[in-house]
């Protein structure tokens, strides 16, 4: 009773990274407010669900198994959580914020009338007091997300409603599961006596998912670049100075709009966060929504014709000036200086 | 199945994209007098849908819902302009400050005053609050299946709609049945733009707000052109609950605002020289950063 609840988004009985992440946060949270971390995966051939998610510490995995739940459609899965819901009363339900995660959420929040905040960059827990009536709230969930474009952070609490829902951003959160751990329990859920015919109004008659085939997030150096690289020819460059150095290749979202390379290398607030060791900027200005997906890096280069582009304040170097100089000069010297 | 009824919400948000420095008050929060408002985006790639759905079955009816305040209307001519039938402005105090639950909730009601109808068209998101939830919230209001991010909207015949929808690594079709709730993505067509016809036939079309607020004497205008009239519905008007919008109900409140702000570092600045990236690359090899 009032734990915490993690929607497991499953692709191919391979949990979702955006889940893990998820339940690394929640396994943090539910220690914090001293309740258990429940996880639930919907979907067709769980066999293998249990080991991928008890090494991050979830105490009781809800197992909803039938083939006809798999591809996910909305109410089918939506008619699920809202029963578990219902019946375990979690204090929170956390979602990532995927194109299933930001289609189930909204529905089980409106069929609940909770609270939902979406595209959460952070999580905490906090109180608040409410003056108007005098009323203190113990133990909310702080969801923090950018709004208006980016350019605020706005804490929203849902002080009244239980479960308290947010869908969280994919790959803002680590992942990290204990080296320690042991396995939870498992519930089966009742699918069938759940479930009524009328609910799967929408079919799925075709359907090309393509693999990811570059992850950035776990890249130790990131070479990245913007609409200043200047064609899709130029970024061959930053492909050479990756390759040589162990890393991957990243983008602004204006060399990705500019068709330079794919939106799997952007980063930035509607990309992916990453926190590599070295980031390379190459003609990037560093707005301020690029920057929410990268200032954590250890090491920042920039590479600017603009010695006032905002991406400069927060680079450790600037080398002023053109991208197509600078990066041949760079490989020219790695490769003499390196052993 | 030639006449259907199709509704597209609609938005006018405040124009975030170019968010300028005097769009940001001293203690972090978006002066919104400061940014032009605009038709948002996503509800204009909706609206085409609704367009291309009317070129196939021309005598389809496309109606616009915009829940907001009175200068709202703009947007209602606008869809006017490229091929809306008539419009719908949701308007009273009591909505203000409703989050997308309280939202979605209004939205419902009137959306009811309007059975029966086969489809409601509505934006992925919206660019103010990018949430993206007031669809899918308006679709469960309803009882109704939803499709979210749609790309194309294709064959409609039998009572059920054939869609393409854009997910983060694919597309996927699929058909349901209508009644139903279809958001559209930015990867749709953009909408036509406005025919000059009908921007001289609607030019007038105005709210009773607007015409008690003018000096001309429309009311006579829109005796004799009825479809000139953008209609105005309160909360009484949708007989919705007052306890269920504005803040009273809205579960979510924002407990803080805070400017982004980013930690300055100081910057080694460089030349593009050979000496100086020579130096640099040196000294990253040296302290382990590159191997
Ligand atoms: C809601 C929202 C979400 C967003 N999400 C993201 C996101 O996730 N990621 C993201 O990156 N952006 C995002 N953006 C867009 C962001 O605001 C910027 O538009 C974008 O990051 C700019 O990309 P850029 O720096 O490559 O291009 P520009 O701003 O055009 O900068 C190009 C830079 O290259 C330099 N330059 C030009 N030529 C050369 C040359 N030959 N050599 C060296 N330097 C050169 C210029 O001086 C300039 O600094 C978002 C925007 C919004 C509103």
Redesign the interface.
Known sequence: MNNLLVYCEIDEGQVAEVSLELLTKARSLAHQLNCQLEAVAIGASLDGIPDQVFPYGVDILYVAEDPRLS?Y???PH?SIVNRLIRQEQPQIGLFGA??IG??L???V???L???????CTQLEIGD?YEKRIDTEYKNLL?QIR????????????????RPQLATVREGVMKKEPLADFRAGEIRKLPVVEWLSDTDF????????????KVNIKAAP?IVAGGYGVGSKENFQLLYDLAEL??GEVGASRAAVDAGFTDHERQVGQTGVTVRP??YIACGISGQ?QH??GM?ES?????INKD?NAPI???????????VG??IP??IR??K???K | MNHLRIIVLAKQVPDTRNVGKDAMKADGTVNRGALPAIYNPEDLNALEQALRIKDRFPESEIVLLTMGPGRAAEIIRESMYRGADRGILLTDRKFAGSDTLATSYALSMAIRKLEPYSLILAGRQAIDGDTAQVGPQVAEKLGIPQVTYAEEIGEIADGKVTVKRRLERGVETVVATMPLLVTVHNSAPPCRPRNAKRLMKYKYAHTVSEMQHSNEDYFAWQNDRPYLRIDEWSVDDVQADENMLGLSGSPTKVKKIENVVFKAKESKVLAPSDADIEWLVRELIHNSTIG
């Open positions: 591809p459609t909305t109410i939506a995927t194109s930001r289609d959420a909204p529905r929040a409106s069929a009338r909770s609270g939902l905040t979406a595209d608040h702080y950018p709004a208006f474009g980016g350019n605020i952070l706005a804490t929203i609490i849902n002080p009244e409603t109004v929408v079919e799925i008659i075709d359907r090309h998912i393509e693999q990811r150096i150095l162990g060791k070295l301020i920057r929410a200032e250890s090491m920042i280069i920039s010695p400069n304040h927060i680079a450790d170097y600037t080398i002023i000036g053109d100089e600078v000069k760079m010297y790695y003499k200086n390196s």
